[in-house]
T-cell receptor, first 112, second 112 residues
Framework: RKEVEQDPGPFNVPEGATVAFNCTYS??????FFWYRQDCRKEPKLLMS???SGNEDGRFTAQLNRASQYISLLIRDSKLSDSATYLC?????????????FGGGTRVLVKP | DVKVTQSSRYLVKRTGEKVFLECVQD?????MFWYRQDPGLGLRLIYF???????EKGDIPEGYSVSREKKERFSLILESASTNQTSMYLC???????????FGPGTRLLVL
């Protein structure tokens, strides 16, 4: 089993709709979680950190479910510019040098 | 704003050549990372460094070496390039206090 897994998609989303997807992790001791956004042929950029209580940044909401060992990302009122690949990243507790393990990414395509 | 730069955006090399990829960050980060990203395989960690002259193997170090002589610079070396090292190479940096990794723009390497 991979340490961090994501549904590769693509998720085809009508503009204005809501889309949500998950990322599962295998190490129950993991403490830190992140969502990154990667545009085609560009580098990943931090979208948001995921806190235990969940967090929201505008149209984006991230949640952590420790019991089931997954994090989720929800995008409301999708824009065409939200089309991208969304990578989750997990830092297992005590990973030296703040090493992150990345999922394979979920591709989201927002269509008019 | 954190800035991570990589020496080349595109590189074409021949099998057997020695290849140097350089990464420089301007935020005084202790941690630096080299990844490769391939379709269907996601981001895979090659090597990382959490201090000058320190290096740790990642998940796929074979065929690669690294050098960190100065805090701001982390070099990835392909001792004898092979066609299976054709890939997108991404450098990242982070500080111990914050686990967020910041990525450079990437180098697309083609080995013929």
């Amino acid at each position: 089993r991979k340490e961090v897994e994501q549904d590769p998609g693509p998720f085809n989303v009508p503009e204005g709709a809501t889309v949500a997807f998950n990322c599962t992790y295998s190490n129950s001791a993991s403490q830190s979680f992140f969502w990154y956004r990667q545009d085609c042929r560009k580098e990943p950029k931090l979208l948001m950190s995921v806190y235990s209580s969940g967090n929201e940044d505008g149209r984006f909401t991230a949640q952590l479910n420790r019991a089931s060992q997954y994090i989720s990302l929800l995008i409301r009122d999708s824009k065409l510019s939200d089309s991208a690949t969304y990578l989750c990243a997990v830092n297992p507790l005590g990973a030296a040098g703040n090493k992150l393990t990345f999922g394979g990414g979920t591709r989201v395509l927002v269509k008019p | 704003d954190v800035k991570v730069t990589q020496s080349s955006r595109y590189l074409v090399k021949r099998t057997g050549e020695k290849v140097f990829l350089e990464c420089v960050q301007d935020m005084d980060h202790e941690n630096m990372f080299w990844y490769r990203q391939d379709p269907g395989l996601g981001l895979r960690l090659i090597y990382f460094s959490y201090d000058v002259k320190m290096k740790e193997k990642g998940d796929i170090p074979e065929g690669y070496s690294v050098s960190r002589e100065k805090k701001e610079r982390f070099s990835l070396i392909l001792e004898s390039a092979s066609t299976n090292q054709t890939s997108m190479y991404l450098c990242a940096s982070s500080s111990p206090a914050r686990e967020t990794q910041y990525f450079g723009p990437g180098t697309r390497l083609l080995v013929l």
